[in-house]
């Protein structure tokens, strides 16, 4: 089975630009997860959606960050306008309801503003 | 509040040796699940495994092994006969039973030489 499905794997872009980036949950999880990964604070939990409503977004760390999740099988997490210091690597995860079942991992994207 | 401590920031080894990553917690929940994650240099984030807080048996899968102390309120975790492929950074991390957030240690760096 196809595990968590993110790109763009690696961006690079300018400060000031918009950035997208997508995410395809495992079939049939109803739960859906953006963290960020630095190194100085680790992996963070940004948004966390619950059959594609979302149900905290208490990390999102200021307006410029958005995510939607249209369906089941789809999530976005956009970023406007970036700045440098959203360079990190933005994972998103997925998982079966009740909470407690293992969350598992995309790949990453890697994301650097220059 | 759930608090992962991993007090051991990098460990190198060489090859064939064993290497044990220690992981304290803290929780005021009487259930929750501990688990260990795998980030190889490739960046992505690898389920390991999961533990139910009433499961305190120990397990083992292949070269990698899980100590489970609830009453020292530790779950390490050991690879024996280490080999280079091991070389990764490791996470444990934490969660309630009826929480969907999972609080991660700072990971340990293993380094495993030729």
């Known amino acids: 089975d196809a595990g968590v499905i993110q790109s763009p794997r690696h961006e690079v872009t300018e400060m000031g630009q918009e950035v997208t980036l997508r995410c395809k949950p495992i079939?049939?999880?109803?739960?859906l997860f953006w963290y960020r990964q630095t190194m100085m604070r680790g992996l963070e939990l940004l948004i966390y959606?619950?059959?594609?409503?979302?149900?905290?977004d208490s990390g999102m760390p200021e307006d410029r960050f958005s995510a939607k999740m249209p369906n089941a099988s789809f999530s976005t997490l956009k970023i406007q306008p970036s700045e440098p210091r959203d360079s990190a690597v933005y994972f998103c995860?997925?998982?079966?309801?009740?909470?407690?079942?293992?969350?598992?991992f995309g790949e990453g994207s890697w994301l650097t503003v220059v | 509040a759930q608090k992962v401590t991993q007090a051991q920031t990098e460990i190198s080894v060489v090859e064939k040796e064993d290497v044990t990553l220690d992981c304290v917690y803290e929780?005021?929940?009487?259930?929750?699940?501990l688990f260990w994650y795998k980030q190889p240099p490739s960046g992505e984030l690898v389920f390991l495994i999961r533990r139910n807080s009433f499961d305190e048996q120990n397990e083992i899968s292949g070269r990698y092994s899980w100590n489970f102390q609830k009453s020292t309120s530790s779950f390490n975790f050991t690879i024996t006969a280490s080999q280079v492929v091991d070389s990764a950074v490791y996470f444990c991390?934490?969660?309630?039973?009826?929480?969907?957030?999972?609080?991660f240690g700072a990971g340990t760096t293993v380094t495993v030489r030729a």
């Open positions: 929780t005021r929940d009487t259930t929750y699940y």
């Open positions: 995860a997925s998982s079966l309801f009740p909470t407690g079942n293992t969350i598992y």
């Open positions: 959606f619950n059959n594609n409503v979302p149900i905290d």
């Open positions: 079939s049939g999880h109803n739960s």
């Open positions: 991390a934490l969660s309630g039973v009826n929480d969907y957030k999972l609080s």
